[in-house]
């Protein structure tokens, strides 16, 4: 785990931004095993419509990030990211409230203190409770630990499927079970770069 990410085990975890308690903590593992091209190109194509999981590429810290970025994330790929954002690109799997997280991760650094810092984030959820767009919307205001009275989202679609975004994050219903979410340090890009983040990510559909 990076310097970023990785956390002191105490009274609270945090993962991506997010403070879990001790006994709820979430279990983040870096995916650390290659996945050949022809075996990968195999299983993406029936990513979208699957609540389990996909197969995803990970590099280990010899390989170039850059590739890393590339690659599909369980199942979709990542198009454009704003300019600015951190070269180093890690790929994390986690799961939180029964849904399953992949996430790829890009990090500036390390700064005068040897410290990271988290500028793009992009999240595929998958789970059961997964239904609706609105079923996704109140899983991750609790997994943001946003007020549901106070949290102004506007909707927006993506390929035509629905969802929301402020100025920090952006999350559509991809397909039912599956869910993608995209958070942006809001203090260092705007809502332009998140929602053109968010339209450039697409799901693999040819081999």
Same mark, same amino acid.
């Given at each position: ?60 810290? @010899?390989?170039?990030? !850059? #590739?890393?970025? &590339?690659? %599909?994330?369980?199942?979709? +790929? ?5 300019? /600015? ?52 919307? @109140?899983?991750?205001? !609790? #997994?943001?630990? &946003?007020? %549901?009275?106070?949290?102004? +989202? ?5 390929? /035509? ?47």
């Amino acid at each position: 785990m990076t310097a970023a990410l990785s956390a002191t085990l105490g009274a609270t975890v945090c993962v991506f931004g997010v403070a879990v308690a001790p006994a709820q903590a979430a279990t983040t593992v870096r995916i650390a095993n290659a996945m050949p091209d022809a075996e990968l190109r195999g299983v993406v194509d029936r990513c979208t419509g699957n609540q389990a999981p996909c197969a995803t590429w990970v590099g280990t810290n @010899d390989d170039d990030d !850059d #590739y890393t970025a &590339r690659r %599909p994330l369980d199942g979709f +790929l990542v198009g454009s990211v704003p300019a /600015g954002v951190g070269e180093l690109v890690t790929d994390f799997a986690f799961e939180w409230e029964e849904v399953a997280h992949r996430s790829r991760v890009w990090e500036s650094g390390p700064d005068a203190d040897g410290g990271y810092q988290v500028d793009l984030t992009v999240d595929v959820l998958r789970g059961e409770s997964l239904t609706s767009a609105g079923a996704l919307r @109140d899983y991750l205001t !609790d #997994y943001y630990e &946003r007020d %549901p009275a106070t949290w102004r +989202l506007d909707p927006f679609k993506q390929h /035509g499927q629905p969802g929301w975004h402020d100025g920090t994050i952006a999350f559509w219903l991809a397909a039912p079970g599956v869910g993608v979410a995209v958070k942006l340090d809001r203090e260092r890009f705007g809502a332009g770069d998140l929602l053109r983040t968010a339209y450039g990510i697409r799901p693999v559909t040819g081999r």
